[in-house]
Nanobody
Framework: QVQLVESGGGLVQPGGSLRLSCTSPHITLDYYAIGWFRQAPGADREGVSCVSNSGEETYYADSVKGRFAVSRDSAKNTVSLQMNSLKPEDTAVYYC????????????????????WGKGTLVNISS
């Protein structure tokens, strides 16, 4: 079973930073668009960011624009999500997922468009 693996979550104070990583022992991430999603307690899962397989196209939810940055490291088969200026409302379980694209017909990929998922890593922003 193809699986992705997230790491880098933890507890940080508001205003702090975290760097999440996504890798897979089963697939080469460069062949896929990689999306980051999050699910806060009691809320639906939402798309946060995405990077296309070429790395040329990226997506950010309005709530994280200017604070989060997604990047690829092909040599390490890793996609990272740098999260700065973290807020309590960023608290959630963060998942990475692979799929065919970040945008199609003007809309960003949602969870139904993604094929393979990780189990998630918890990000807790609290003082």
């Amino acid at each position: 079973q193809v699986q992705l693996v997230e790491s880098g979550g933890g507890l940080v104070q508001p205003g702090g930073s975290l760097r999440l990583s996504c890798t897979s022992p089963h697939i080469t991430l460069d062949y896929y668009a990689i999306g980051w999603f999050r699910q806060a307690p009691g809320a639906d899962r939402e798309g946060v960011s995405c990077v296309s397989n070429s790395g040329e196209e990226t997506y950010y939810a309005d709530s994280v624009k200017g604070r989060f940055a997604v990047s690829r490291d092909s040599a390490k088969n890793t996609v990272s999500l740098q999260m700065n200026s973290l807020k309590p409302e960023d608290t959630a379980v963060y998942y990475c997922a692979s799929g065919p694209w970040c945008y199609q017909h003007g809309r960003p990929a949602d969870e139904n468009d993604m094929d393979y998922w990780g189990k998630g890593t918890l990000v807790n922003i609290s003082s």
